[in-house]
Structure formats: C-alpha cells, structure tokens
C-alpha cells in the first residue's frame, strides 16, 4: 500500500499517519524538497536504509522538510526487486545509472510515481516477444522513449523477469529528459488514462501533479495507501 505525499507549503505529514503509511510500505523511502527556490535547487534522496528506524527517520525529515514545499515517497514493490535503485523519485537524465542511484542537490528535474504501468497482458507478451512488448511500450506513450531505452529494457529483461518489471520507471526518466515540462505532463496525462498511475513532477521550482491525489490535512495531498506501486 505505497503513498505518495505532496506538501504544498510545506507541512509536515503527522507523525501518526507518517508512522502508518512508513509501517505498511517498508521497501523504501525517498523525499524531494525545494530547498533553494532561487537557484532553484532541489535536495533528494531514497534508499532502503532511510526505513530502518520509523521515529529516527521523521525526526531526519523534519529536520530537511519542514516550512519547505516537498514530495515523500514510500514504497512497498508490486513487482520487481526491493533495492536502492527502484526507490523513488527517479532524477530525469539520459544516463541510466545516475537516475537508479543519484541523491544531492540538483537542478534537474524529478519524477515520483504511484501505481503500476503494466498489465498482465503486456508482460505475456513480453515473455513470448521482447520487440513486441517495446513496441508496445513504445506505442503506448506516443514514441516517447527513443532507441537507447528500448536497449536498455533488452538488458533489464535478460537480466531478471522481476527486475524488468520495475524499470519502466527508469526508462521513463530516460525517456523524458530531453522533453519539454509541457510535453511530460502530456505523456504523464496519457499514461494516467490508459493505466490510472499517478505522478508528481519536480522542474524548475514547479511540483505538478498528475492524477487523483486526496487532501488529507490542510494542503498535503496523498495518493491514498492502494496496492500496486511500482
């Protein structure tokens, strides 16, 4: 029952629901914060380690987010591995291990996602055809993702069945960087469509979100805690 979590004047999410969404979603966290609007500058970081302690770790997000707009990620894997690399958010760069594995401070943009873009039917297809199952993928977000990410799924899927079911989020970092902040919301707008996932995107000193998200306290927004995040 992943969440997704977006603090629009930079609340903080009670320690109570914090505690409950940390609880049920044990395979990762990650945060995002507007630290420095000016320059705009953005702080993130994800990991598995960031969940080892529920109270320790809100006393760290207080510590970064508080009285600063931010997006809070946790995450309980519907498919896929749990690691380090499939925590969220996923920095938008052309280079596949620096948005696995980044966290800093960066000015390049950010994407968070709840829910998961495959159905069964597409993974079938996957297992008989793997240029079939890109070719779809490819379709689905209107030619999107350029060549480099079609390789790039090859690798994942010969690698592990699992794991490949988890990297849709990386190619679609990868897939996006050389977009428009016009054109991702777009594609983040057909994809919500045709498969009800639900995003929040970082650029500039812009958080938008795509999809149903639930004011749950005053100006902090949540997906809720469903099953199926990616």
Do not use: W
Not at 9 to 15: A, T, V
Not at 86 to 94: G, M, R, S, V, Y
Not at 163 to 169: C, E, G, K, M
């Amino acid at each position: 029952m992943c969440a997704v979590v977006h603090s629009i004047e930079g609340s903080l999410l009670p320690f109570k629901i914090f505690k409950r969404y940390s609880s049920i979603n044990a395979h990762g966290f990650g945060m995002a914060i507007l630290e420095d609007k000016e320059n705009k500058n953005f702080i993130f970081e994800k990991g598995l380690r960031l969940c080892e302690n529920i109270e320790a770790l809100y006393e760290h997000y207080k510590v970064y987010a508080e009285g600063k707009e931010h997006v809070i990620h946790f995450r309980i894997k519907s498919a896929g591995t749990i690691s380090d690399k499939f925590c969220h958010p996923f920095l938008l760069t052309d280079n596949i291990m620096e948005s696995m594995y980044t966290e800093g401070k960066t000015t390049k943009s950010l994407l968070f996602q709840y829910g998961t873009v495959f159905d069964s039917s597409l993974m079938q297809t996957a297992a008989v055809n793997i240029k079939n199952f890109n070719n779809a993928i490819i379709d689905k977000i209107q030619g999107s993702v350029d060549s480099s990410v079609r390789e790039f799924f090859n690798l994942s899927y010969s690698l592990n069945y699992n794991a490949f079911s988890d990297t849709y989020l990386i190619a679609l970092s990868l897939g996006l960087e050389n977009h428009t902040p016009d054109e991702v919301i777009e594609i983040l707008h057909r994809i919500n469509k045709s498969r009800s996932a639900r995003f929040v995107y970082l650029h500039d000193v812009e958080f938008r979100r795509v999809g149903k998200f639930l004011e749950i306290v005053p100006s902090i927004f949540v997906t809720g805690t469903g099953t199926g995040c990616s």
